[in-house]
């Protein structure tokens, strides 16, 4: 057990305070789920290495009774190994499923909602930290900033659309981790918070499925979703030509438990033997 119950956390932040890393913001929550205080390091982009005492130039990087844990996953299985008497955070069994959930994730609305806020990214950043992520972003991205973020109004429909699998997931079950949260809820809301910290424009409809999900990992652990540095994830409105920004028929596929006998699929089977 820890001597103390408090961990060490470096967080990585913007000039408004709000943590910006997904994967340090799963990582708090992480760290909360298991029971812990946080002694909190802030602190932007540059600088980590001196932070850190020359440990890690990446985030997010825990201390636990004087021993360095690097690395989300890394510390994820720090903390199960090191306490199992507290609530699990991933089972061996779904941790081979979150990295499939993950890996869709980042390529469908994560990763495409960084292309959306690039230069918004970089204009929250501390001051000290601009130079460095125009340099480093716009070597990985091979254009300016501004233009990789221009016509976000354009792509934002599509991203939204495409979060069908996660609404579907959460459709019949209260959590990613079902009856309660665990490690694939914090890391999914990570990508939002992301998105939260520096989308000045919203990325979900008001009345997205998702939002009661989103709403209720805002409010874990005394709300700490809720920093008001944070920008309103929701109010994203559809124009003319767009995509459905969610579906809001009843899902005709996947898996749901809808064949109770020959009533219940009658219709669906005189409407495709027509």
Known sequence: M????????????????????PFVWATKYALLHKGFELDVVPGG?????????????RLPA???????????????????????DRPILLSDTSKALLRALDTWFWNTAVGPWMFCFCADYRDLSFPQDHDYIT??????????????????????????????????????SPWLGGNSPNYADYRIMGGFLFTASVGKVPV????????????????????IGR??????????????????????????????????GPESTRAETESINR
């Open 2 to 21: 820890s001597r103390s119950n408090t961990i060490t956390f470096y967080d990585l932040t913007v000039s408004t305070g709000a943590t910006i890393s």
């Open 45 to 57: 982009f540059t600088g980590i290495l001196e932070r850190t005492g020359g440990k890690t130039e």
């Open 62 to 84: 825990i201390v636990d009774n004087g021993q360095w844990v690097l690395d989300s996953m890394g510390i994820v299985e720090y903390l199960d190994e090191k306490y199992p």
């Open 135 to 172: 340099r480093s972003r716009e070597n990985m991205l091979g254009r300016k900033l501004e233009d990789v973020q221009a016509g976000r109004e354009d792509r934002l429909p599509g991203i939204s659309a495409a979060l069908e699998p996660l609404r579907v997931a959460l459709k019949e």
């Open 204 to 223: 979900l409809a008001d009345d997205d499925p998702l939002r009661d999900w989103v709403e209720r990992c805002l409010d874990l652990y005394g709300g």
């Open 227 to 260: 920093h008001p540095g944070l920008f309103p994830l929701f109010g994203l409105k559809q124009r003319d030509g767009d995509p459905a920004l969610f579906v809001r028929a009843a899902g005709m596929g996947g898996i749901y438990k809808r064949n109770t």
